[in-house]
């Protein structure tokens, strides 16, 4: 069983772990929305996320959780609200921006390159702290492959996060199911977020592999002290590994607390389940 961790209030929004409290969280929305042709996909969602919190975004199928998502990373530029990343407002960045500024994501349907290599999939991640010029790149010089070496011992040092370091010259598209979601998640990481978005990690794994999926994402943050958000629809592992809990209906937020919060609400429980029928 998962340790169970105390939710302390913030003086904004909400409720974020004890070990948090004290520091700037990593994420805060404020009034966010987005609207299409007139139709409010997501209103009013209002959610506080800690600095190294486990935290889960979770609602029956077209609640707005992966809309949530896109507005996080700026694949949708909300129509409403506000979005601070580590205290900075995201106003005016696009998805690239953000990727810089902290927020890295893993997506429903894998995208990877396929015909590269495990090992350059994760170096694409790491494009942007390469630090040579043209120049080198073009003649080969000193600081190119000084560079390569760093990053070619950087990525199995990832890799071997999830055990993947011995297929760092398979091609990606040959790679089982359950292997490809993990590959994306140690992609994501390269990109060295503050915040990892995961949607549906647990897709398409079996129950062994949903267990050690369940350990990795603690590693990921005891290892790298960042926070995680992910889209689950396995409540076991939600209940699991969350430590904070959102739940979307209709595109608003119906409940947030822990674990034992959330498994006890009578709104989350008629969103899933539906209302039951009154005695005649």
């Known amino acids: 069983m998962a340790s169970k961790t105390k939710l302390v209030p913030t003086p904004s929004i909400g409720l974020i772990p004890e070990r948090d409290a004290g520091k700037r969280p990593i994420l805060e929305c404020i009034g966010l929305g987005i609207t299409?042709?007139?139709?409010?996909?997501?209103?009013?969602?209002?959610?506080?996320?800690?600095r190294t919190e486990i935290a889960g975004l979770i609602g029956p199928n077209g609640a707005g959780k992966t809309t949530v998502f896109n507005l996080l990373t700026k694949v949708y530029q909300p129509t409403h609200g506000t979005i601070?990343?580590?205290?900075?407002?995201?106003?005016?960045?696009?998805?690239?921006?953000?990727?810089?500024?902290?927020?890295?994501?893993?997506?429903?349907?894998?995208?990877?390159f396929p015909s590269l290599t495990v090992e350059e999939n994760v170096a694409v991640g790491m494009d942007t702290q390469m630090k040579y010029n043209m120049v080198n790149g073009i003649l080969r010089l000193k600081n190119f492959w000084k560079e390569e070496k760093m990053v070619h011992e950087r990525?199995?040092?990832?890799?071997?996060?999830?055990?993947?370091?011995?297929?760092?010259?398979?091609?990606a598209?040959?790679?089982p199911y359950g292997a490809q979601r993990r590959l994306e998640i140690v992609r994501a990481l390269a990109t060295c977020?503050?915040?990892?978005?995961?949607?549906e990690p647990a897709a398409g794994m079996n129950p062994s592999?949903?267990?050690?999926?369940?350990?990795?994402?603690?590693?990921?943050?005891?290892?790298?002290?960042?926070?995680?958000?992910?889209?689950e629809h396995d409540m076991n592992l939600v209940m699991e590994v969350c430590e904070g809990i959102c739940v979307l209906n209709f595109g608003r937020i119906i409940a947030k607390g822990t674990p034992e919060d959330i498994q006890a609400n009578p709104a989350v429980i008629e969103a899933y389940l539906g209302k039951k029928k009154e005695e005649a």
Request: net charge negative.
């Open 36 to 50: 299409f042709g007139g139709l409010k996909a997501v209103e009013d969602f209002n959610l506080i996320i800690g």
């Open 84 to 112: 601070l990343l580590d205290g900075k407002d995201t106003h005016g960045m696009d998805t690239a921006h953000v990727n810089r500024a902290g927020i890295a994501r893993t997506f429903q349907n894998i995208r990877l």
């Open 155 to 171: 990525c199995l040092e990832l890799l071997s996060i999830f055990h993947m370091e011995h297929l760092a010259n398979v091609k």
């Open 173 to 175: 598209g040959s790679l």
């Open 193 to 199: 977020p503050s915040l990892l978005l995961l949607d």
């Open 209 to 231: 592999e949903t267990a050690e999926l369940m350990e990795n994402i603690r590693k990921i943050r005891d290892t790298f002290h960042i926070a995680v958000l992910l889209i």
